[in-house]
């Protein structure tokens, strides 16, 4: 396999939490979004969101990271992220869709960009937006753990998607100033996930093209 990857991308952070709790070896292709290598006509041509991650698996070509981390469920599903009890499952997919479908799209680093460079927005209103967003979208997080957390993890004593999303989020955030202070569960999991060798494997800086 092969997982064109950006080190700060927290949608390809996700996939190599997974694949580094499914014990799956990949070959690591640096895809530069800074430099807008996502953007190259060679690369759009596999992955038409041009975006990051994508995951190659032989002929089989698969971007959006909760649809790689899903069928690398169902290829590899030991251990498994996404449980097949339904209501655990849609436990663990409520969780992670507050953070990828809610928290992540508004504060993905093509929207900074189009909020600087065409509608002219300052750094300090940059900086609001994300905050403002993460603000919301933790406190959502936050509720949803005190409620029906249940574990060291996210829910109960293994990582699930819920996990390989959270800890991302967090480490964002964390990078862009972000006081996290008033989500103490959310802080307790990303600190027990961080703690553990696969999540370490799969941080920004262990990547081979970690620019500080």
């Known amino acids: 396999m092969q997982l064109h990857s950006f080190f700060n991308s927290s949608t390809s952070y996700r996939v190599r939490i997974a694949l580094a709790l499914k014990g799956l070896p990949y070959d690591y292709r ?7 290598e ?34 690398l469920d169902a290829a590899h599903p030991e251990p498994r992220l996404i449980p097949a009890d339904a209501a ?11 953070i990828a479908c809610d928290i992540h799209p508004v504060n993905n680093l093509r929207i900074l960009r189009y909020l600087q460079e065409v509608l002219g927005a ?33 829910f109960g004593a293994a990582p699930t998607l819920a996990d390989c999303c959270l800890v991302p989020q967090v480490a964002n955030a964390q990078r862009m100033g972000c006081d996290l202070s008033a989500y103490p569960n959310v802080m307790r999991v990303a600190g027990h996930c961080s703690a553990q060798p696969a999540f ?5 800086r262990q990547q081979p093209d970690f620019a500080g």
């Not at 370490?200 to 920004?204: K, M, R, T, V, Y």
């Open 88 to 98: 655990r499952r849609a436990r663990v997919l409520e969780l992670s869709y507050a």
């Open 38 to 71: 996502h953007r190259a006509d060679d690369y759009v041509a596999r992955n038409p969101s041009a975006n990051v991650p994508l995951l190659e698996d032989g002929q089989f070509a698969l971007g959006q990271s909760l649809a790689i981390i899903d069928y």
């Open 122 to 154: 300052s750094d300090e209103q940059k900086n609001a937006w994300y905050r403002h967003w993460i603000g919301e979208g933790m406190a959502t997080v936050e509720t949803l753990l005190a409620r029906h957390g249940d574990g060291p993890y996210c």
């Open 30 to 36: 640096p895809v530069n979004i800074r430099r807008l």
């Open 200 to 204: 370490q494997a799969a941080a920004p």
